[in-house]
């Protein structure tokens, strides 16, 4: 019984994944993330405190 209700779970949500795809402008998660780590390492670069040279 617990195969056969997780199977259809899957199933219909992975239907729905497909029809809000097609149907509304999803944005692309990966270019999201990417941006948002591009920027988080400009910000660190920036505030990074800096190492003493003792030469």
């Known amino acids: 019984m617990g195969l056969i209700r997780s199977s259809f779970l899957f199933l219909f949500g992975t239907g729905c994944g497909i029809y809000i795809a ?12 990417d941006t948002y780590l591009k920027k988080a390492k400009e910000t660190e670069e920036i505030y990074r405190k800096r ?3 003792d030469d």
Request: without cysteine; charged residues 35%; positive net charge.
């Open 22 to 33: 097609q149907n509304y402008n999803v944005p692309n998660i990966e270019k999201l993330v």
């Open 51 to 53: 190492k003493k040279d």
